[in-house]
């Protein structure tokens, strides 16, 4: 009663008064200014500067209800009551420390909003924080941060690139945005690039088969790009990047709007056109590139805070690389070798909550992804639609149980250049374009079944024209006799159905030949996770550990197999079984006056089993890690060192290749300055490959790209092939960048 007694007088005020009013303050926590909290009164918001401070205004005369929230703080509540002058300033106000460091809300675990903290389902959160310390131009760099990600490239001259997670590769990663499955088959090599990272809230990666509420493609883990709210976003921001490779990247972003309908634009522009060969092969060490990306979201303030919000983005992409004298009249030629991508992408995000006393929301997604390519003398020339929607009820039932169902259904377009669409044989080629759809529906319970346990029971079914009924359930239990320790346990299965041609780039660069030996099968994997959670928080300091133990096994897993023969690729059913397991252990600190400490390393053992043989999958290393150290200095001055270390990774090799089969312990490190002139204006510069580390011979025979001459004896004994899937780090050495930051309330 209390609350709806001020907002029905903040409400009849705002229409009675005339007089507005600004309330400003400052944000502080036990170990100073909590920069970047969001700060909501009333209907309007923002978000506190550098240093903590904020003010939100104009308001109307009368009763509102001040938040903070902030990344490691308890959320901060008050009732105010706007008097009817200029300014009302809150002084400093006080959030006390979290007995986690990461408690902010999360979605991709359970669909359903619940603090990282209590959420059954282990969910790991990358934050813009953490985007400052290793700036990039693209977010597929950001995610490799977290601990057991890795970003891959595929190609060492068209540079496409995919997310590997626990060392599954990156078909069997699901990339969402704003919780819709916007990314995924022929866009998941682009589907990173081009988000401007100024409109990121928070990326959530979840590890494991998430195929019980997302269905197809959740088959080894999510990762789920949450987008800013525009009532909360500030009205200006900038981020300006360039590097010494002559490298430019800009990410604009402004929010208009502060009443009752409010709008986020965000525009990202990315330029490399300075060819470099640093290693002498006579090709381009990274692929060129003009990017454009048009970013825009419009949110409805409703009656009872209902949802409705529409998202839309645009993608133009130009990209080539191949012998430094190519140029686009060579495309397709065979005097010069080159592969060149075109791509022209569009994406449509909706959400709308219905006006019934129940939570129903109605989520709807549409995309479209043309691609115009050339790998060599080889043309690829594609187009998928895809539409999306469901439809989300949530009930809690006696204070014990949440639950949540839906309806959901998946319709894909997808038609390209190459046998994967068309039917019977030359002269009588006839185009068949896929069409599938893909109906499905879920359940889940959420029961908490004491104040330190939660059990969580889901369950989908979803209907494929070719496989039938296909079924995934996942259970999820959660421990924690404490605020300082959290155990998870977290069983699943996870399916998808394979198109090939849309996730193997690898089979169009010209080079190989692709031969699908057999009627594929869906694959099917089942998962089980062991997670425990440690924190020693204090007044001064925080330490926390997180360790997980993991296995994945799959059925009817796809192959391609690179081995057998060094001009085709064949693809065919596992006659076996995979295996994908081992373990993973995070540690974050902040210790004394500033300094903070995230590392984390992942022993993975990833392979497949016939009979008797077993064979370690590529490009799957047995060690990985990451860390990032940040040391606060006098003066506003951050110093930030980032890096990613990896053990031996099998590599697809030739018969008699004289380069290893398997690749070195490698690092790639970073180091940065930052300097805050105030909380609205920030300078940045580094070194990124501080060890200037690049991969050893990534072409084979790049002096004969068309293998002219790979049949001869006498100059080629070996009958080696021209290849470009020896690729396991980015060719780019040590090189130097610059930039500079800015946000306007």
Same mark, same amino acid.
């Given at each position: ?15 009675? +008064?005339? =007089?507005? @009013?600004?309330?400003?303050?400052? #944000?502080? *926590?036990?170990?100073? $200014? /909590?920069?970047?909290? !969001? ?57 006390? +420390?979290? =007995?986690? @460091?990461?408690?902010?809300?999360? #979605?991709? *675990?359970?669909?359903? $909003? /619940?603090?990282?903290? !209590? ?627």
């Amino acid at each position: 009663m209390r609350w709806t007694a001020f907002v029905m007088g903040g409400l009849l005020c705002s229409c009675g +008064a005339q =007089a507005q @009013a600004v309330i400003r303050g400052k #944000v502080a *926590g036990p170990e100073g $200014p /909590v920069p970047f909290a !969001a700060v909501r009164v009333g209907a309007l918001g923002t978000a506190a500067d550098a240093e903590g401070r904020f003010h939100v205004g104009p308001l109307p005369t009368g009763g509102v209800i001040l938040r903070i929230v902030a990344m490691g703080h308890h959320q901060l509540e008050r009732v105010l009551h706007v008097p009817a002058s200029d300014t009302l300033d809150l002084g400093t106000l006080q959030l006390d +420390a979290s =007995a986690t @460091a990461l408690d902010e809300v999360v #979605v991709t *675990g359970t669909l359903a $909003p /619940v603090s990282r903290d !209590a959420s059954p389902v282990p969910v790991e959160v990358i934050t813009p924080a953490l985007f400052r310390k290793n700036p990039g131009p693209a977010l597929l760099d950001a995610v490799g941060m977290v601990n057991g990600v890795r970003p891959q490239f595929n190609c060492s001259v068209c540079n496409t690139g995919d997310i590997h997670i626990n060392g599954m590769e990156g078909p069997y990663t699901l990339v969402l945005i704003d919780g819709m499955p916007i990314v995924s088959g022929l866009s998941t090599v682009y589907g990173l690039s081009g988000i401007p990272t100024t409109l990121i809230e928070r990326v959530e990666v979840v590890k494991g088969p998430g195929s019980a509420l997302y269905g197809s493609e959740a088959m080894g883990g999510i990762i789920n790009v949450i987008t800013k709210d525009p009532v909360l976003a500030p009205r200006l921001s900038l981020d300006l990047m360039s590097t010494s490779w002559q490298e430019h990247n800009a990410d604009v972003g402004f929010a208009l709007g502060k009443g009752r309908l409010c709008s986020l634009t965000g525009m990202n522009g990315f330029l490399y056109d300075a060819p470099r060969d640093d290693n002498g092969d006579g090709f381009t060490d990274m692929t060129l590139q003009k990017r454009v990306s048009v970013f825009e979201k419009l949110t409805l303030l409703r009656p009872a805070k209902r949802v409705a919000s529409l998202a839309m983005r645009v993608v133009g992409e130009d990209r080539w690389g191949g012998e430094m004298n190519w140029t686009p009249a060579f495309a397709g030629g065979d005097s010069i070798y080159g592969e060149t991508i075109a791509t022209r992408r569009w994406e449509l995000i909706g959400q709308y909550q219905l006006p019934f006393a129940e939570q129903l929301m109605l989520q709807v997604s549409a995309n479209g992804h043309h691609q115009d390519s050339w790998y060599g003398t080889t043309p690829y020339d594609a187009v998928q639609r895809v539409l999306f929607a469901q439809l989300v009820w949530r009930h809690r039932f006696v204070h014990r149980h949440s639950v949540l169902a839906g309806l959901a259904y998946r319709s894909t377009f997808y038609d390209d250049n190459t046998p994967a669409t068309s039917t019977g044989e030359a002269p009588a080629v006839v185009n068949n374009a896929e069409r599938r759809p893909l109906p499905g529906l879920f359940l889940q319970d959420e029961w908490s079944m004491s104040d330190r346990s939660v059990l969580l029971m889901g369950y989908r079914l979803d209907h494929d024209r070719d496989h039938g009924l296909v079924q995934s359930p996942r259970l999820a239990w959660k421990y924690a006799p404490s605020g300082r320790f959290t155990l998870r346990a977290h069983a699943g299965t996870g399916y998808r159905v394979v198109n090939l041609f849309t996730e193997d780039h690898a089979a169009l660069t010209g080079a190989r030949t692709v031969v699908i030996a057999e009627d594929l099968l869906p694959e099917r994997s089942w998962n089980a996770t062991l997670n425990a959670v440690r924190k020693w928080p204090g007044e001064k300091r925080f330490i926390g550990l997180d360790a997980s133990l993991f296995v994945t096994r799959f059925s009817n897993r796809i192959l391609p197999d690179y081995d057998t023969d060094p001009d085709l690729i064949v693809y065919r059913n596992l006659d076996g079984y995979g295996i994908a397991q081992g373990a993973s252990l995070n540690v974050e600190a902040r210790l004394g006056r500033g300094f903070r400490a995230n590392a984390g390393a992942t022993w993975m053992d990833v392979f497949t089993r016939e009979g008797a043989v077993r064979e370690d999958q590529v490009f799957a290393p047995e060690w990985q890690g990451t860390f990032a150290l940040s040391q606060d200095l006098p003066h506003r001055f951050t110093v930030d060192l980032t890096g990613q270390w990896y053990g031996p990774l099998r590599l697809p090799v030739q018969p008699n290749d004289f380069r290893p089969a398997y690749s070195p312990w490698y690092a790639l490190l970073n180091v940065q300055v930052r300097h805050r002139f105030n909380g609205r204006f920030e300078v940045y510069g580094g070194v990124k490959n501080l060890l200037d580390f690049v991969p050893a011979d990534p072409l084979m025979r790049p002096f004969d790209p068309f293998d002219r001459t790979a049949d001869d004896p006498v100059s080629n004994p070996n009958g080696y092939s021209f290849d470009t899937s020896y690729m396991y780090a980015p060719l780019q050495g040590i090189r130097g960048f610059l930039g500079v930051r800015m946000a306007l309330d």
